[in-house]
């Protein structure tokens, strides 16, 4: 009995020591940038989603977590104006058809494995939920100083968002929509 006790001290002191070395950063959600792009056949549409809150977490100078989460009602077409198509593609990105952001008003990214490649680049497999779908995701990022950049492709058909799909429907000609669309970040915290 004094051996598991012994241990457990041994194991709180171990575990308090790691957590107390970890340091949680928050990331500033108004000074940090969501790009996305999405892909046609006939041409491409691109513009900008909100950061709603994040944090990342080092240990020492090292990248060891992170965790976020995106306001998706916030979805905005940047290459239209109003009058030119904006509001119907907007409207259209914020429906069922796409990201259903009445009924899933936030997606959700949380670091799971993190790999240091050196000067300050890691690479990261995450976990990526979307209109309540999970699914894993792997990326770079690069933190320099207190910024933190990344590019990455989301596959939108692996969360049921499947609108315009080649993969899934036949015959689209030059309406088809990529599977993929492209995330460019850059965190400030």
Known sequence: MKNLKTIAIALLVVFGTVTLNAQTKKVNASKSKINWVGKKVTGQHEGTINLQEGALIFKGEKLVGGNFTVNMASISTTDLKAGEGKEKLDGH???????????????TLVFKTIADKGNNVYKVTADLKIKDKTNPITFEITVAGKTATTALNVDRTKYDIKYGSGSFFENLGDKAIADEFELKVALQF
């Open 93 to 107: 990105l914020k429906a069922d058809d796409f990201f259903g952001t009445e009924k899933f008003p936030t997606a």
